[in-house]
Every structure is written in structure tokens, then in C-alpha cells.
């Protein structure tokens, strides 16, 4: 397959625009009663006369078998490889949390946990404290100053923060503190390599001063680190396809992982409805546009399969929305299946459509897996959409005479 | 995917044959009007019988969305990966005048251009001087002698010439002279790396020399050097698949890319009749052909899209002269599309049908894109045809015990 590097070579600027509508999660597996899938089930007109004048297929988001999460889902979708770009739990908890990251950070999730008096763990989640508690217990923990870096603490959820050292030349391939089981005190943070030594020396100086400062907090007495990683150093979407590209998403998360590969993040609000009035008061500023449908792999993973289906028919109510603007190329897909029956990500390949002036449509008349299985883009890897959507915009030069 | 190096342990040579049609730029885009590609609109019973006795796909010549030009497009169906065997512009310049090619040669497209009193270059292209002028400036030229390398020079056509350095040794990794824009000097040849320094020394006093013979020469007064290239080290087709390789083709490009990979070229007339007559006179002599008709590439490069249905519709009448001889395997295919709706090389893959004794026949009944799409071949890449047809034509020993 052909790598970035080459890609980068081939790539054109042009005044084409591309745009990826992402329903997360949204393949599916059949309701026994019908034999439909959610996506099946759901009445999606304007998608289905999409599909007929565009060319359909599948895609798995990292490789055959494989169950993403929701980086590498993502990662695959920018065309990047997800087995070459990892993306680190840290580096996850940070985008999660709309943190700032820059360049050499390394970001670790934390965890408030409960310690005895021997320091043996009895509760790893320090009783499932308050948010509000947990942010008090970090602005405390945030004053705390270490050797040789800049040290950020931030609140996440219940017991969960995120811990992020800032300097430079750090690389965070540390062991995690967390003994995985009660009983057992916290294990010192080591490092996996020399490269690492300075960020474990550093860890274990905050562990250290840490239990200190949390003494009297029972029963949030201690910190376990978890999921150590480095801003991945990845080439950005600007070098690589020479696009000017935004993301539209109303979850932190998604956001993040779009600002990892240089997207600017436009502000937008938490209906599918005010994403796609971002894009149209964007519109003419970027060529290509992430726009990221958050609730179907929200009720896949509750196992609400109505709602799921709801949702679905919500965007192809809003498909004229999109189509109406006319972009070049449109891209309609998931980073992943969440199918209801399941109720979490699974590894059934993505029913994917695109449609350009410049597409060869196949027989596919119904936006659906059952039919994407036999459409004229065939079952491929995730990576490989972005290199298809730039053909079909004409972004991509010829390669060799 | 299995690397040549494992098919050369399995290739066995045997009595079968195999046949190779490669209608260029083969695959197309619907006319709107009508929904039906070139090949779609074109009457072809003989290869829609073959098709329904035979299995189809489609094939993508380097990987999904990239555009191939000639050279990329050929390896592929050859069986060599075109991401991995790269044929510079200079090598393919050289192909595409027939002229031979040695191991080692470092090849070069030259442009005549003008230059001003003061050195800078006023017009590229020096004026498109006739290929006649062109001829005498190169005789000239060609009298000019190197340290330490053969020097030869051959006119191409209006302002192009070909430009080879020959000696040992040589490595051909240098930048182009061309400046790209008027009011700059030419630039001097700069070598990439430490092994092309004697190649770029020699090209600066090839510029320098030439730069005297062509003084009173206005408006061509001076010599432009680009897509410096190294003759592709790359096995034979005889030592990786243990064939006897014939090519049939009327364009000195496709000879000349079939001579890189080892293949005999067969003298052969210009019309698609007359290369069938050349396969028939030499059917005994070799045991696998490919035959090369161009014109649907070239109609497809001029939009002109009845003229291309015209010419698959004169293939398919004379497919019977091919299936008479009754060859153990026949491969019909192209090397890349070229639509003539976006009349130039593209991106969408490319519709193959095989036809062997101990092919597994699948639902397609007609040589079409949208019947390929769901053909039993699948979507795959062109170098894997070549172990494909050689499966086909019992010549692959199984893998391991």
C-alpha cells in the first residue's frame, strides 16, 4: 500500500472541497426479528439516492478481526495508519478533556485511590469520589513543583484525573503504578527504556510528594498512574494531503483527535442540527470538513437499538443540508461498528458511500451493509479512504509517467 | 502479500501457456446519458461469453486512488510492485524512442531552450524546434566526449532529446537543471547523495560543452537536463516466474517496458490484426504473450468515447483469433482506465476478466465495471495477477507441506 510519504509527493492543493460525515459506531448487527441491521432498519431516503449515484463498500477500521477504539477508528479515517500511530490512554484522557496539548507533553491517566495505613491498596477508585471533590483534591495536587518539568493536574470524572508532564526531550514509556489489585502498595513508576528514565524519576518524585499532600483526604489518599504516552509525533494533514481542513464535533474527544493531525476545530453545539450550521458558516474558509455524529455509537453501546436507528434517520433528514452545498466529494461512514446487539465497539467492517461528480457508480441502490458488501469499492481498509477521496477531488497527481 | 522472491521457489516451467490482452487505459466512466462506461456501451459477445465461462474483478495497478502513469501501470501487470520498482522518466524516455537500453545506463529527457546574452532562460522549450533541426543539433551534440563515461544523445521529438551517460558504476540520483521558470539560469546538476557525484559532474560538463556547440544554434542555445534515472535493477520475468515472455506491441514504450522485465519483443505491425498475425506466428516459440493495443488509451486521452467503444468493440471481434489457439490461460485487462469523460489516466480500478480451463466461473455474464465490482476475483491489485494467471496455468508449486 501506498505510504504517506509518497502521498505527500502526489498531493495537489485545488479549490475542490471533501467532506466526511463520521456516524460513530454505525455498523450494526441484524435484530433477530427482522434480519435488519440498525442502519437497514432505519428509513434513510436521501442516503439511499446517495448510495445509488455514488459507489458503496466496507471498510475495517485497523485490520480484519480487529475491535478499534475510538482513536485508531478515527486515526484510520485521516488515513493514517492505526497500527503504526498509537495514541497513548494519556494522550486519549487529555483530548477528552478539550486539554491543550503540546508537543513533547506526556499525558497519563490518573486515578484518586484509597490506601491503608501499611500504604497497601484497599479501594483503586478511592470510593467513586465526587467530581467536585476531585477537582478540589487536584487544584491542592497541582501546586506540587518537580525537578526538570512543568507539572499539569487536571480533574476528569470521579475519581479520575489527568496528570501531564511538560518539558523537553521527555518520552513517556513507563510502567504503570497501578498494582491492578488491593493489598498491594502502588509499584514505583519505571521506565521501559533510558529514554524514559527522566519522566519515571518524575512520576515517582509526584507520586512521592502526592501522598503527602493527600495524607488527610481519605478516603482519596493516594494516586495511581496508568496509560504513561507522548504526543504522538505525526505528520499533519496540511503536509501530507496539503488541505486546510476543520472538524465539526461536539464531543471533546473527537475534537481532540482531529487537532492531533492539525485540524482546526471549529466551535459548534451539541445537535447534529448546529454541527451543520457550523459547516455552512465555514464553509468557504476550509476544503475539507470532519464532521463527527457522536449518539449512534451512544445508544449502540447502551443497547438501544430504536434510538440508535433514530439517530440515523435524523442525519439522512439532514443530508440536504450537505448535499445541497454541492462539495466535490462527500464521505459517509463510521470509525467503527457498535452494533446494538453487542453493546460496544465491534469489529464488523463500516459500511462506507461516496459520491463524487468523478465516482463510478456501481449497483448499490440502498445505503445498507447487506448491499455495501457487493458495492463497487469493495472491503478495504480505512486508511485507504482518504487517498480515494483525493483521487475523486482531483487532489492527487499521477504516479510515475 | 508474497514476495517475488517466494514465487520464484514455486514458479515450475510446463507446456501451458498463458496470453496476456491489455486493451491501455481499458476502464472508464458512465456517459451520463446513457449510465454505460465505453466498455459498457460497446458491443462485446465474444468477451461476454468469455466473461460468463470465465472469472472477473477489478483490479487497482499501485493502490487505492493513485493514478498510474505507463510505467507504474505495467510493472503492476507484470507482477513487479510499482511502489518498489521505480522507472524514471529519463529510463522511460529512452523506452519510448526503442532505443537499448544497457545495465547501469543513466538516462536523462532533455529540452532544447534559449538563453539571453546574459545566460537566462527566455523560452523552455526553445521555440518547439522541428524534430529535423532537432536531429542535426543532436548529431552535433553527440560528438562531445566525457571523463570517464560514453556519452550518447538521441533526438526525441520537437524540443526533446534523450541524454544517457554509460560507463560503470553509475548512479543516476541528481537533480533536474530545468530552473522551472524564464529569467533564471539553467541549474547545475546537483547530486541527491555521495554515489551520483561522478553522474553530476559529468552532466555539468556535458551542460558546459554543449552550451559552446549550441552557441550560434538560436533559439536552440542551450540544453535543460531532467528526470536523471538509473536503469531498474530488476530479476527478469524468466528467473522469477520461469517463463519464455513474448511482447506484441506496436508503441515503443510498452516494448520497451517488456524488454526491462526480460520479455522478447516480437516485430509486429501496427494495426490490433497484425499483432494477433505476430501471435500467431510465434505461438510455438513462447508460453506467454503480452499483447498491447493502445488506442483506447488514446481515444480515452481525447474524450473521444465512441472512438474508444469502437476500439474494444474491433478487440472483441477479433477475440476468436486469441481463443482458437485455445492458450491455457487468458488474462483481459488493462493497465489503468482512462476515461474519456476526464480524458486523462485515472485512479478507478480496472475491470479484468480470467479465463483458464480450472478457473471457478462466477455470476458475472457480461465484461462490464459494474458486473466486475462483484465478480469472483474481488477487488485486488495488479501484481497479483501475474501469480493469479500463473496459478491458473498450473505453474505454481504448492506452499509449504
Known amino acids: 500500500m501506498i505510504t504517506l510519504d509518497k502521498i505527500k509527493v502526489l498531493s495537489e492543493k485545488n479549490d475542490s472541497k471533501i467532506i466526511f460525515l463520521i456516524m460513530d459506531g ?80 506526556v499525558a497519563t491517566r490518573g486515578n484518586f485511590c484509597t490506601v491503608d495505613k501499611k500504604g497497601l491498596v484497599v479501594d483503586r477508585r478511592a470510593g467513586r469520589i465526587s467530581t467536585e471533590t476531585n477537582a478540589e483534591l487536584c487544584k491542592k495536587l497541582a501546586k506540587i513543583r518537580l525537578t526538570g518539568a512543568e507539572l499539569i493536574v487536571e480533574p476528569v470524572r470521579e475519581h479520575r484525573l489527568l496528570v501531564v508532564f511538560r518539558g523537553s526531550g521527555l518520552t513517556g514509556d513507563v510502567a504503570d503504578t497501578d498494582p491492578q489489585q488491593l493489598g498491594l502498595p502502588p509499584l514505583k513508576a519505571v521506565p521501559h527504556n533510558n529514554a524514559s528514565k527522566k519522566v519515571a524519576e518524575m512520576a515517582n518524585e509526584f507520586i512521592d510528594k502526592a501522598k503527602e499532600v493527600l495524607a488527610e483526604s481519605h478516603p482519596a489518599n493516594m494516586v495511581l498512574l496508568r496509560g504513561f504516552s507522548s504526543h504522538p509525533d505525526m505528520p499533519s494533514m496540511q503536509e501530507i494531503f496539503k488541505l486546510n481542513p476543520a472538524a465539526i464535533a461536539s464531543y471533546p474527544m473527537y475534537r481532540g483527535l482531529a487537532k492531533l493531525v492539525g485540524m482546526k476545530v471549529l466551535p459548534t453545539g451539541v445537535t447534529i442540527e448546529d454541527e451543520l450550521n457550523t459547516l455552512h458558516e465555514h464553509y468557504d474558509d476550509y ?48 470509525d467503527h461498528s457498535t452494533p446494538a446487539l453487542l453493546q460496544s465497539h465491534s469489529w464488523h467492517p ?35 479512504i482518504m487517498p480515494t477521496a483525493m483521487a475523486h477531488a482531483l487532489k492527487l497527481a499521477k504516479y510515475g509517467a
Chains 1, 2 share one sequence.
Open 350 to 384: 463500516v459500511p462506507i458511500l461516496l459520491y463524487s461528480k468523478w465516482c463510478r457508480p456501481d449497483r448499490v441502490k440502498e445505503f445498507a451493509e447487506s448491499e455495501c458488501h457487493s458495492g463497487g469499492l469493495g472491503r478495504f481498509l480505512s486508511m485507504e
Open 287 to 334: 476544503d475539507f470538513f470532519f464532521i463527527h455524529v457522536k449518539k449512534t455509537d451512544s445508544y449502540g453501546e447502551d443497547g438501544n437499538f430504536d434510538a440508535k436507528v433514530g439517530v440515523i434517520e435524523e442525519v439522512d433528514s439532514l443530508l440536504p443540508r450537505i448535499t445541497d452545498l454541492q462539495p466535490d466529494v462527500i464521505v459517509v461512514t463510521g
Open 26 to 105: 454505525l455498523g450494526g448487527l441484524p435484530r433477530p426479528e427482522t434480519g435488519k441491521t440498525e442502519l437497514e432498519t432505519a428509513k434513510t431516503p436521501n442516503l439511499d439516492l446517495l448510495a445509488s449515484k455514488g459507489v458503496c463498500g466496507v471498510v475495517d477500521p485497523v485490520s480484519r478481526g480487529i475491535t478499534p477504539g475510538s482513536g485508531p477508528g478515527h486515526l484510520g479515517l485521516f488515513g493514517y495508519d492505526p497500527l503504526k500511530f498509537d495514541v497513548g490512554r494519556g494522550i486519549l484522557e487529555a483530548l477528552g478533556i478539550d486539554f491543550d496539548l503540546k508537543d513533547g507533553d
